[in-house]
DNA sequence: CCTACCGATCGGTAGG
DNA sequence: CCTACCGATCGGTAGG
C-alpha cells in the first residue's frame, strides 16, 4: 500500500535524472518556459550535453509523459479487475484515482496542461488512452444502474465528476500535510458513492448479484 | 437567463479585438507559446503595432485575466444571498459555478493554467481572490452542517470536490452540443445536494431552519 | 498604424 | 561531457 505503483522503468541514471529535473520544471513554469538551459542548469551540466541523452527537448516532453496515462489505466483495470461488486469497484476505482492523482501531481499536472505542446502522434496517443480511461468510468457507472443498485440522472455527468474531483487532487494535495493519501482515498471513495445515490454505504452494505 | 454575466467593460474596440484574440490563443496554446506575433497576425496588423494599446506582453495577460475570478465571486455572492435555505443556496452557488465555467471556458483555462505566468502582485491578488472563494465554499458547507441539514465526513474536502468539478466542466463543455448548459447546471446542483447527504431532493423537499 | 532595428535567448549542431 | 557557434525568433524600442 506504500509505494505499489512504481514509475517508469528506472533507465540508465542520466536519462532518469534529466527526465526527473525537467519534469519538475515542466510542472512549476511550463514546458515552453523552461530552457535546455534551465534543465542543464539544474543539473550543473550545459545545455547542450543534454542532446547526448535526448534527441529534442520534445523528445524529453515524450518521455516525462510517457507512461503516466498507462500506468494509471493499469491501477483502473485492476480495481475493476478485483471484484465482482458494482460498489465495491467503484470505491476502488475511485481510491485507485486519487492516489494516483495524489502521488504523481507533477506527472499529471504536466500531462493535462503540455499535451497541447506534445506533437503528434504521440498526443493522440494519449488522448485515445485518456478517452478509453474515461469510457470505462462511464460503462461502470451503467453497469451499476443496470443492475438497479446505482441511481443517477446521467452516467457520463457523473463519471465526468467523478474524474475531475480526483483530477483537482493533483493541484492541492501537500503529502506532507495533515491528511495522509490513504484517509483521502477513503473520503473521496465515499462522495463517489454519494453521486451514484448511495448515501452513506459502509463497505459491504450492498452486494452484487452478477 | 441567457447572458446575464457581462464580460468586462466592453473597452475602446481595438483594446477589447487584442484581449480577445491573444485570450484565444493563450486558451489554446499557452501564453508562453504565443508571441506578439502571433496576436497581432490575428488582427492583421504587425507585432509592434500592439504596443500602441499595451505595454508588455505581460500587460495583455494581466487584463485577460483581470475580473474573472471577481464575476465568479460576484455570481456566487449573489447565488447566496438569494435565500436563508442553506440547501437552495447550495444549489444555486453549484448552478452559478457550473453555468460560469460553462460559459467563459478559456477564461477559466488561462485564469488557472497562466496564473504561473503571472507577475507579482497581480499574482497575488488573484490568489487571494481564489482562496475567498474556496473559503466561502468551505464556510456554506459547515453552515448546512451545522443547521444538521447536510452530512458530510470532511467539509472541505466537500467543497474542493464541488469546486473541482465544475471547474472540469471548462475542459470539455461544448455549447454546440446535445446538453444545454441550463441542464448541466441542474445535474450539477443535484450532484452537490448528493454529495452533502442530501440523496434525490427535488427543490424544496427540506426547508431551512434558519 | 508602419518599417527598421536592438540585444537576448531560443533549440540545436559541429567537432572534439 | 565541453566550447564555439548557427540561424531563427523572441519581446520590445525608435522614429516617423
Same mark, same amino acid.
Given at each position: 500500500?506504500?509505494?505499489?505503483?512504481?514509475?517508469?522503468?528506472?533507465?540508465?541514471?542520466?536519462?532518469?535524472?534529466?527526465?526527473?529535473?525537467?519534469?519538475?520544471?515542466?510542472?512549476?513554469?511550463?514546458?515552453?518556459?523552461?530552457?535546455?538551459?534551465?534543465?542543464?542548469?539544474?543539473?550543473?551540466?550545459?545545455?547542450?550535453?543534454?542532446?547526448?541523452?535526448?534527441?529534442?527537448?520534445?523528445?524529453?516532453? /515524450?518521455?516525462?509523459? @510517457?507512461? &503516466?496515462?498507462?500506468?494509471? #489505466?493499469?491501477?483502473? *483495470?485492476?480495481?475493476?479487475?478485483?471484484? $465482482?461488486?458494482?460498489?465495491?469497484?467503484?470505491?476502488?476505482?475511485?481510491?485507485?484515482?486519487?492516489?494516483?492523482?495524489?502521488?504523481?501531481?507533477?506527472?499529471?499536472?504536466?500531462?493535462?496542461?503540455?499535451?497541447?505542446?506534445?506533437?503528434?502522434?504521440?498526443?493522440?496517443?494519449?488522448?485515445?488512452?485518456?478517452?478509453?480511461?474515461?469510457?470505462?468510468?462511464?460503462?461502470?457507472?451503467?453497469?451499476?444502474?443496470?443492475?438497479?443498485?446505482?441511481? /443517477?440522472?446521467?452516467? @457520463?455527468? &457523473?463519471?465526468?465528476?467523478? #474524474?475531475?474531483?480526483? *483530477?483537482?487532487?493533483?493541484?492541492?494535495? $501537500?503529502?506532507?500535510?495533515?491528511?495522509?493519501?490513504?484517509?483521502?482515498?477513503?473520503?473521496?471513495?465515499?462522495?463517489?458513492?454519494?453521486?451514484?445515490?448511495?448515501?452513506?454505504?459502509?463497505?459491504?452494505?450492498?452486494?452484487?448479484?452478477?
Amino acid at each position: 500500500m506504500a509505494t505499489d505503483t512504481s514509475r517508469l522503468p528506472v533507465a540508465s541514471g542520466r536519462v532518469a535524472e534529466i527526465r526527473e529535473v525537467a519534469l519538475s520544471l515542466f510542472a512549476r513554469r511550463g514546458y515552453h518556459a523552461t530552457s535546455m538551459k534551465d534543465i542543464g542548469d539544474a543539473l550543473g551540466i550545459r545545455a547542450p550535453s543534454l542532446y547526448n541523452h535526448f534527441e529534442s527537448k520534445q523528445q524529453i516532453l /515524450v518521455e516525462v509523459m @510517457r507512461g &503516466t496515462m498507462e500506468q494509471l #489505466l493499469r491501477d483502473h *483495470i485492476d480495481a475493476l479487475a478485483s471484484t $465482482d461488486d458494482v460498489v465495491e469497484q467503484l470505491r476502488r476505482a475511485t481510491e485507485a484515482h486519487v492516489r494516483y492523482h495524489a502521488r504523481f501531481r507533477d506527472e499529471i499536472q504536466v500531462g493535462n496542461i503540455e499535451i497541447r505542446a506534445l506533437e503528434e502522434p504521440e498526443r493522440s496517443r494519449i488522448v485515445l488512452l485518456r478517452r478509453e480511461y474515461s469510457d470505462s468510468w462511464e460503462a461502470l457507472i451503467l453497469r451499476g444502474v443496470g443492475r438497479s443498485v446505482f441511481r /443517477v440522472s446521467s452516467p @457520463r455527468l &457523473t463519471a465526468w465528476a467523478i #474524474l475531475e474531483m480526483g *483530477i483537482g487532487v493533483a493541484r492541492w494535495f $501537500d503529502p506532507a500535510g495533515e491528511m495522509s493519501e490513504t484517509l483521502l482515498a477513503y473520503h473521496y471513495g465515499d462522495m463517489a458513492l454519494r453521486l451514484v445515490g448511495i448515501a452513506h454505504a459502509p463497505a459491504a452494505s450492498v452486494s452484487a448479484v452478477e
